[in-house]
């Protein structure tokens, strides 16, 4: 089954990009989004427990743990997608794009395979890759990342052989 061919404002890099390579090509406003996730959970918490307080001797050292727990799993996907929206072309990414270029004709250089070799037969190669596409636009339901090595990212390989 083809990939769906989606019309973008950028150069597409990727449409079911590796975690580690999404991770790879963090920016340094994607650390901050994922600090400041971090920073915001327990600072709201502590706002709002000083604004209507639960009881007079609680102790809100547990919840505000919590709290920066479930703040920096919130920053980080909210990096992890900023991150996959460059790779999709949904926004700029000129510096991803020439990063992409120079490692993957490193690869053909090397004659490593651009994707990583897999294991899988390719029909569950192909069933991976359906389920973790565009698969960061669904993390408020569940997070789902690509971990798997396929072919099938929906880009015309061929550009990096010139």
Known sequence: MPVQQIETPFPVIDTDPKFTRVVRYFRPNDYAVWALGTAAAPAALWGLERFNPVGVNRNIR????????????????????????????WSENAAEVAKDEQEMRQLLKEG??????????????????????FAQLKFSAIPWFNFANHNSHGVDTSKYES
């Not at 799993?73 to 929206?85: D, E, I, R, T, V």
């Not at 490593?112 to 596409?133: D, F, T």
Request: proline share 6%.
């Open 62 to 89: 547990v919840p505000l743990r919590i709290g920066t727990l479930i703040g920096a799993f919130g920053g980080f996907l909210l990096a992890y997608q900023n991150s996959s929206l460059r790779f999709w072309g």
């Open 112 to 133: 490593k395979p651009l994707y990583g070799e897999s294991s899988m037969p390719a029909h569950v190669q192909e069933a991976s890759a359906r389920n973790s596409r």
